[in-house]
């Protein structure tokens, strides 16, 4: 049965069309975070325990991503996760006896912001963890964390830590490479072969270009264009004619809010019909609005990660409607599964580990979330077994968190489309970790086509 979700989470080469975009960044003053960046810098120490902050009570993971500007459905998603997670971990006597604080980190997904927003975290000690951030701002905020030893659960997609090797770092989310991978397979599914790529210029954005173009070729595809264009324009009549004329089956996309509402206005005013497959970002509530209910339910589809079915995804959504009752019929945020995973399979480290230590729970993450041991699928359940001498492998809501020797995961993903009324997200058949696996590793069309035989996909 269908399920219904509201996400409020470029040689020049031929026919690649760039427009550099200029940001203007924002600084907030805080002062006492300001204090410490003349002392931090990129990758010093700022004198930070962890366990000496714990000792009143209450111990903190900070949620760090962008909870204002056009991507503050990120923040929000990760924060609703988070939440829940908390309330769980709490209620079944919080982490080594103290209870779990989850403090909010504005990045504004601007790496100046989001180093001042974690230093902020810092400042107030306590900090045994950051969950996220979600955008680019991780090249500013890594090596602060690195340095302090603090365990970070990074919620983006950056393929530039598809091979990263800080202790430290572990990303429960699949990176963009697979979500780009994901795209490209649902497109192959549909029996398109030609595409243009139209995405704004965000360096998040970026990321998954290469992926999506590489894999739709890999199976046979061609892409004819790649547009990158400013956001935020008043309008975009060239390139939408440019696209239209190009006539390609398929748009692989991914702009913010704004942008998609002047180009899905032009698209329609000149008759296009043209499919769209976009990114997890064009599942928010925003980004929807912007594109027209009824006109994405038509012509837009979204692919992002999903949960898998299964008793961790009854504890997760049973957390969700005790905690968000209102929003039961609309369901999670975007993203929210994996924060929520990050926050258990954290809490779960610690308690492994008898100490809030980054050194120590970083050497004893995988030893929560990797098999062999026990399969657990709720905080209270895993505990329950740690108290009992057992060991545990933790799987979760988005799926099983058996971190790799670059402490990355992999996971399903679905195609999501709106409801023409409501604007609410339906889910479709997803794609699982297996089948993305095997198109990511194949190497030419041939043995493409023929993994995706066996796994039962023309």
Request: with cysteine; net charge neutral.
């Amino acid at each position: 049965m269908a399920q219904e979700f509201s996400s409020e989470r470029g040689i020049k080469l031929r026919g690649i069309e760039v427009v550099k975009r200029n940001k203007l960044i924002s600084v907030r003053t805080i002062t006492s975070a300001l204090a410490f960046t003349t002392v931090v810098g990129t990758g010093l120490t700022v004198g930070f325990s962890a366990s000496a902050g714990a000792t009143s009570g209450t111990v903190s993971y900070g949620v760090l991503s962008c909870f204002t500007g056009p991507l503050a459905s990120l923040g929000e998603g990760i924060y609703q996760g988070a939440q829940i997670a908390q309330a769980q971990v709490n209620a079944a006597g919080g982490v080594l006896g103290k209870k779990l604080s989850i403090p909010q980190g504005d990045t504004g997904c601007d790496p100046v912001e989001g180093k001042t927003a974690l230093l902020k975290l810092l400042s107030g000690g306590g900090i045994a963890g950051i969950i996220g951030p979600t955008t680019q701002e991780i090249n500013a905020v890594e090596p602060v964390l690195k340095a302090n030893k603090i365990i970070d659960e990074f919620q983006g997609g950056d393929t530039g830590r598809d091979h990263q090797t800080d202790p430290y770092l572990f990303r429960d989310s699949p990176s963009d490479s697979q979500l780009g991978v994901a795209m490209a397979t649902y497109a192959h599914i549909k029996g398109y072969k030609k595409a243009d790529l139209l995405f704004y210029s965000d360096a998040a954005a970026q990321t998954i270009v290469a992926p999506v173009k590489s894999t739709f070729i890999k199976l046979g595809g061609t892409v004819i264009h790649t547009y990158i264009i400013t956001a935020d324009q008043s309008s975009y009549t060239n390139t939408v004619a440019q696209v239209i004329s190009d006539k390609p089956q398929v748009i692989f996309s991914q702009t913010d809010a704004p942008t998609v509402a002047v180009l899905s206005t032009e698209f329609s005013q000149l008759g296009s019909k043209i499919p769209w497959i976009g990114t997890d970002v064009t599942t928010s509530s925003d980004y929807i609005k912007a594109f027209g209910a009824s006109r994405a339910h038509s012509t837009l589809t979204s692919v992002m990660g999903t949960s898998v079915t299964g008793t961790a995804n009854n504890v997760f959504m049973a957390g969700f409607t005790k905690m968000f009752p209102s929003k039961a019929a609309a369901g999670p945020l975007s993203g929210s599964n994996y924060a929520y995973d990050a926050v258990i399979s954290l809490a779960l480290a610690d308690t492994y580990a008898k100490t809030f230590n980054g050194t120590t729970v970083a050497a004893d993450m995988t030893k929560v979330t990797n098999p062999p041991g026990t399969a657990c699928y709720s905080y209270a359940g895993c505990l329950s077994l740690l108290k009992a001498g057992k060991k545990i492998n933790y799987e979760g809501a988005s799926g099983s968190i058996d971190y790799n020797s670059y402490h990355n995961t992999f996971g399903p993903y679905a195609p999501f489309i709106a409801n023409a009324s409501t604007g609410n997200e339906v889910q479709g058949s997803p794609l699982s970790a297996k089948v993305l696996g095997d198109v990511t590793n194949c190497t030419t069309t041939a043995t493409c086509l023929a993994v995706l035989k066996a796994d039962g996909i023309k």
